[in-house]
């Protein structure tokens, strides 16, 4: 129907795209480097275009319609499909490379093994830029949807298409503040269950897999709060006597670096098993395999740094 429109303006679709991802005229007209009216006449014809306002004033900040929600990924796929058209193939070198990538990552994979990731692309290509999207609390497909590049940490989605693979492999070990009562004394079962419990869990889960363990071994633990972060668990991990969890490989440095201590779960649980996944049409992206390359040798860095058996 586009194409056969004359009057249609295909300009609108980027605009709409940065409204949309940005929800603010102000942001999305820094986006694609344009005036702030400039931004607002676009906004006016694409809802004289559409039939719909788009978006809308709520308090403070703007909110999408149902209609542009209904929209919004068909509008980011057109957009990024007319890229792959358009744009010349990514430079074999990266230090030419100007592209912002979107990865979504999990908190302890963003807190423990983003930093060094920032610090590498900075040095390899310095006008590439790393946006990442925190874990939602539901789960949404966002590699399908074309609204991230690159997915990193314990993935639990299954879609078919998409390319997964293995970064390595982790284990949950507890984390507490220096001097906690559980670092003296050989630490059972028991000890474990007994103490006061922090989760961190982006759905807001109060069991898990450490609560089967326990299970079956006839004991119940005391979980006092759980958060949607690793990051916010720590704090509360450094400030209280409660028990946290981390990965023994990914975020131990992370966990030592505020002072915590780690220590060995006194029983088995399942492995984290810590993947990045990307959809298809990104395999033969020359941008894309540079930063699964990169993604590669960062962890091997950091695994390198914190030895598999130390805790």
Known sequence: ?????????????????ALLEEQSVTAAADRLGLSGPAMSRALGRIRRTIGDPVLVRAGRHMVPT???LEIRAEVHRLVEAAHGVLAPSAPADPARLARVFTLYANDLFVTSLGPRLVARVAEEAPQVVLRFLGESHIDVPLLRDGAADLELG?????????RREELF???????????????????TARRFADAAHLNFSRRGRLTGPVDAALAARGLRRKVIATVPTFAASLMMVRDSDAVGLTSERAGVATVRGLGLRTLPIPFELPPLTMEMAWHPRQEADAGHRWLRGLVRETVRESLRDVPPDEV
């Open 1 to 17: 129907m586009i194409a056969r429109n004359a009057n249609i303006d295909l300009n609108l679709l980027t605009a709409l795209d």
């Open 66 to 68: 149902p209609r542009a």
């Open 154 to 162: 314990v993935i639990d989605s299954h879609e078919p298409e998409i």
């Open 169 to 187: 492999v982790d284990r949950n070990v507890a984390v507490v503040r220096a001097g906690h009562p559980l670092t003296t004394g050989k630490l």
